[in-house]
């Protein structure tokens, strides 16, 4: 199963390749779907790719239901 998650924009460069951070974890992206988007904006990543922009407010939101989701789920193999 692939999941999109939010993702702030740490650095970006003039060809679209760039790294965004989510959850304190760092990767690699390509934003040239999404050529409005600039370093410090939250973008939705999927699979390596931005594939929009969000509001900073929306992507706390989002983050904090992963974190309950991931709180509140048994353990795997218990």
Same mark, same amino acid.
């Given at each position: 199963?692939? +999941?999109?998650?939010? /993702?702030?924009?740490?650095?970006?460069?003039?060809?679209?390749? $760039?790294? #965004?951070?989510?959850?304190? !974890?760092?990767?690699?992206?390509?934003?040239? +779907?999404?050529?409005? /988007?600039?370093?410090?904006?939250?973008?939705?990543?999927?699979? $390596?790719? #931005?594939?929009?922009?969000? !509001?900073?407010?929306?992507?706390?939101?989002? +983050?904090?239901?992963?974190?309950?989701?991931?709180?509140?789920?048994?353990?795997?193999?218990?």
């Amino acid at each position: 199963m692939c +999941l999109a998650v939010p /993702a702030k924009i740490t650095r970006l460069d003039a060809s679209g390749q $760039g790294t #965004a951070s989510y959850l304190g !974890s760092e990767v690699n992206a390509n934003f040239s +779907l999404v050529p409005q /988007a600039r370093r410090g904006d939250w973008v939705i990543l999927h699979a $390596g790719f #931005a594939i929009s922009v969000m !509001s900073a407010k929306e992507a706390r939101e989002i +983050l904090r239901l992963f974190k309950e989701m991931a709180a509140s789920s048994p353990d795997e193999g218990a």
